[in-house]
């Protein structure tokens, strides 16, 4: 079956300015998490998703972060204002329940944001 | 707070050689342990897991063993190959933090 998609995989954007990045999770997934991978601090927890909980927002770095999930399916990660420090790959997870934390996360490929 | 602590790279063996990556963690509780893989230009994909003390988990030739005595869950290999060349993630998760926990990563290359 299909992966974890991820829109778009590169994105360049100016300082200031505000970017999207979209998340389809593998269907029926229930769990849906969000990462960023960077050269100075490795792979960083950002948000997670399960169900129609209240999401865990503990990793965001800044209020400049959001994320929404709609219908319980597709995620988008919004960052405003963007600074040159947040450039990163952005990946996007999902799991089946990982009700007891010991699901196999399924990685998306990532999406490249590149802040000028 | 739950974390990891992997072996600093590059690893750099010749193939054929017995591969041992080393990885510690702290948490609270009893966690799950993964170790994920990283291919040149490609995404994060599991390797192995265990989710209880001393379950080992395997694939590809790979073992690694849950000991919750040292709190470790050390990476092998028999014999690697060429195409074992990758970047390998330790990584923890739990009932109270699913979100995973990474360590930084070791790169492995693999010499013909």
């Known amino acids: 079956g299909a992966g974890v998609s991820q829109s778009p995989s590169n994105k360049v954007t100016e300082k200031g300015k505000d970017v999207e990045l979209r998340c389809d999770p593998i269907?029926?997934?229930?769990?849906l998490y969000w990462y960023r991978q960077s050269l100075g601090q490795g792979l960083e927890f950002l948000i997670y998703f399960q169900g129609n909980s209240a999401p865990d927002k503990s990793g965001l770095p800044s209020d400049r972060f959001s994320a929404e999930r709609t219908g319980g399916s597709v995620s988008t990660l919004t960052i405003q204002r963007t600074q040159q420090e947040d450039s990163a790959v952005y990946l996007c997870?999902?799991?089946?329940?990982?009700?007891?934390?010991?699901?196999?996360?399924?990685f998306g490929p990532g999406t490249r944001l590149t802040v000028l | 707070g739950n974390s990891v602590t992997q072996m600093e790279g590059p690893v750099t063996l010749s193939e054929e050689a017995f591969l041992t990556i080393n990885c510690t963690y702290t948490a609270t509780g009893y966690p799950s342990l993964f170790w994920y893989v990283q291919y040149p230009g490609e995404g994060l994909q599991l390797l192995l897991k265990a989710t209880k003390a001393d379950d080992k988990g395997s694939n590809k030739g790979f073992e690694a063993t849950y000991r919750k005595e040292t709190t470790s869950f050390h990476l092998e290999k028999g014999s690697v190959q060429v195409s074992d060349s990758a970047v390998y993630f330790c990584a923890l998760s739990h009932t109270g933090r699913r979100a995973l926990t990474f360590g930084s990563g070791t790169r492995l290359q693999v010499q013909p």
């Open positions: 997870a999902s799991s089946p329940s990982d009700r007891a934390g010991t699901d196999t996360q399924y």
């Open positions: 269907s029926g997934h229930t769990a």
